[in-house]
């Protein structure tokens, strides 16, 4: 029985941290798959497509990801279960960046570092935080735990999902007849969506221009957009352009429409665009090692595997 790990540049690392958990399991890294008859599981990341397919007696699919988008784009993928990565430690790297990313702005931290680039010493207040509402698109592991970090800190929450959920002190909405709604009471948007068929390119000047203009605020001139998601989930051209017509006050971006974000991206430069490289929340190998290694012990125990991915609601 043997583990193969596919696609990530870290693969050597986790190979390391698996081999730590459970030093007898035969990992292997591809191309170098050996004999693949062995191979009963799999631990990918943006695999070629058509390689998992290759393996005849693969059993489970391990995601290093929260997001499987990376796997279902495979049209050969085979019909076998994937677990994708929940883990506290994923989770609360989220929550840090999240929770980061709505203060700077609130704060108008975009603002504060142009004055400083031109050392200007000049006051600007921002507006509490009991003042604004913080809409979370998408409320699953990342967006409910979001909630939770954000509420001591007085923020309005509002969040929105595919269906209805119950997460006190946060007004939820559901599925396309609340979005109207969730989008016009929110200031700053924080997306945790997953990619699927749906969501793709939802996040276009149409729904940016949804967004609270109670925003303008006299001390938060306009809505925030803040993506954790994917990438794909968004439009760049109507983000920049949003910005430029003061639709949007300012964005922080961990994903793009393309990875790594081209040199020639004016997002790069924009003064109100917070760029990072996809690194809100990392999947670190020793997590990632005792999370493998539990799923495959539990297989082979015959317990139920976890955080199984439904592929027909694509996440
Ligand atoms: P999750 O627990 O599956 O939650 C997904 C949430 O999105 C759920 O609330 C779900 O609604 C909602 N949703 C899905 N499709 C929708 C639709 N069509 N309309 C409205 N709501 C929809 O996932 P998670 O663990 O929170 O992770 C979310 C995503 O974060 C991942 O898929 C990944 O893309 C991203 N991520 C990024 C990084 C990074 O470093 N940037 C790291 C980790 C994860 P229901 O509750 O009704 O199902
Ligand atoms: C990272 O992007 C993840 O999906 O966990």
């Keep these: 029985m043997a583990l193969l790990i596919i696609g990530s540049k870290r693969a050597d690392a986790f190979a390391d941290a698996v081999r730590a958990e459970a030093p007898d399991l035969d990992v292997r890294i591809w191309p170098e798959a050996g004999r693949i008859e062995d191979i009963r599981y799999a631990l990918a990341w943006h695999p070629p497509t058509g390689v998992l397919k290759t393996l005849p007696n693969l059993e489970v699919i391990v995601s290093v990801g ?47 570092l142009e004055l400083q680039r031109q050392r200007k ?12 509402r913080v809409g979370l698109m998408g409320l699953g592991v990342m967006g409910e735990a979001t909630a939770k970090a954000l509420k001591p800190f ?13 997460i006190e002190g ?6 396309q007849e609340g979005l109207d709604e969730f989008l016009a009471g929110t200031d700053i948007l924080a997306c945790t969506l997953p990619l699927t068929p749906e969501t793709r390119g939802m996040i276009n000047r149409d729904l940016l221009r949804k967004l609270s203009r109670h925003g ?13 998601g994917r990438g794909g989930l968004q439009v760049e051209a109507d983000i920049l352009a949003a910005l430029d017509a003061g639709e949007l006050y300012a964005a922080s971006l961990d994903v793009f429409e393309t990875e790594p974000l081209p040199e020639t991206s004016p997002l790069w430069t924009h003064p109100r665009v917070i760029v990072t490289p996809h690194n809100a929340a990392e999947s670190t190998p020793e997590s990632i090692g005792r999370y493998t290694v539990r799923q495959i012990r539990r297989h082979e ?3 139920p595997l976890e955080n199984l991915v439904d592929r027909t609601r694509g996440y």
């Design 66 to 112: 929260a997001g499987v988008d990376h796997l279902l784009k495979d049209p050969d993928l085979p019909d076998l279960p994937i677990v994708r990565y929940v883990d506290p430690d994923l989770t609360n790297r989220m929550v840090g960046y999240l929770v980061l990313h709505v203060l700077f702005h609130q704060r108008r931290m975009c603002e504060f």
């Design 121 to 132: 010493w000049e006051f600007r207040g921002e507006p509490a935080m009991h003042e604004v």
């Design 154 to 166: 007085g923020f309005q929450l509002l969040g929105w999902s595919r269906t209805q959920k119950t």
């Design 170 to 175: 946060v007004r939820c909405f559901a599925g």
């Design 216 to 228: 303008r605020h006299p001390r938060l001139p306009g809505p925030v957009f803040i993506n954790a």
């Design 301 to 303: 125990a015959g317990e």
